[in-house]
C-alpha cells in the first residue's frame, strides 16, 4: 500500500522568509514518481514538480527546490523568500497502483 | 485551451436526493480520476476510469457512482447512502492509467447538505 505522510499541518512565516515543507512516503514499488501540487484558495491543483525513483538529483527551480532522498523516502519542498502569493496548501504525492496518494497537505500562510 | 471543467461550481444537496456532478476534458486524456476533499484530510480516491466503459472503486466509493460512456466525461452520482457528501470533490485526468507524467485538475464542486 502506498502512504504519504506531511507531518505538518500548519506554517506561518513572515514574507521573505524560507519555508520547508516535509514529506515522506512509503511503497514497495521500485519504480515511482513523486508530486509536489499548490492548492490556492481558489480550489485547482496546480502542478509544481514531478520526480522518479531513479533521479535524486535535487532541483532548484526559481524560488522553488527540492530535495529527493531515497534513502530516507524523503522528498522535501523549499520555498526560497517567500511571498504572500505563496500562501496555499500544499500536497505531496505519490504515484503507484494507477492512482495518485496523497498526503493530508501543508497550509502555509504567509503575512506581509 | 485545454483542460477539465467541472460544473456546477457549487451545489446544494437536500437530505435523500441524488445529485451528478460534470466533469469533462478536452486532453484527449484515457484515465480519469474523482477525489474528495475534507479539511485537514487531504485528498481520497474515490473512483478512477482507464478506459471508456471501464472503471474501478477507490479507496471510498461506498455511496457515489461513476460512469464512463464517453473518453472525455466521467460523471460522478452522490446518492442517497452517501451519509456525509459535503465536501469539495475534485476531478483529474491522466495520460494513461498509472499516468507519470503529471496529472490534471480541474477547479472542483463544493457540496453542501442542506
Known amino acids: 500500500a502506498q502512504k504519504v505522510t506531511q507531518a505538518q499541518t500548519e506554517i506561518s512565516v513572515v514574507e521573505k522568509e524560507d519555508v520547508t515543507l516535509d514529506c515522506v512516503y512509503e511503497t514497495r514499488d521500485t519504480t515511482y514518481y513523486l508530486f509536489w501540487y499548490k492548492q490556492p484558495p481558489s480550489g485547482e491543483l496546480v502542478f509544481l514538480i514531478r520526480r522518479n525513483s531513479f533521479d535524486e538529483q535535487n532541483e532548484i527551480s526559481g524560488r522553488y527546490s527540492w530535495n529527493f532522498q531515497k534513502s530516507t523516502s524523503s522528498f522535501n519542498f523549499t520555498i526560497t523568500a517567500s511571498q504572500v502569493v505563496d500562501s496555499a496548501v500544499y500536497f505531496c504525492a505519490l504515484s503507484g497502483d494507477y492512482k495518485l496518494s496523497f498526503g493530508a497537505g501543508t497550509t502555509v500562510t504567509v503575512r506581509a | ?114
Not at chain 2, 484527449?28 to 471501464?54: C, E, F, K, T
Open chain 2, 1 to 114: 485551451d485545454g483542460g477539465i471543467t467541472q460544473s456546477p461550481k457549487y451545489l446544494f444537496r437536500k437530505e435523500g436526493q441524488n445529485v451528478t456532478l460534470s466533469c469533462e476534458q478536452n486532453l484527449n486524456h484515457d484515465a480519469m480520476y474523482w477525489y474528495r476533499q475534507d479539511p485537514g484530510q487531504g485528498l481520497r480516491l474515490i473512483y478512477y476510469s482507464q478506459i471508456v466503459n471501464d472503471f474501478q472503486k477507490g479507496d471510498i466509493a461506498e455511496g457515489y457512482s461513476v460512469s464512463r460512456e464517453k473518453k472525455e466525461s466521467f460523471p460522478l452520482t452522490v446518492t442517497s447512502a452517501q451519509k456525509n457528501p459535503t465536501a469539495f470533490y475534485l476531478c483529474s485526468s491522466g495520460e494513461d492509467a498509472g499516468s507519470n507524467y503529471g496529472y490534471t485538475f480541474g477547479s472542483g464542486t463544493r457540496l453542501t447538505v442542506v
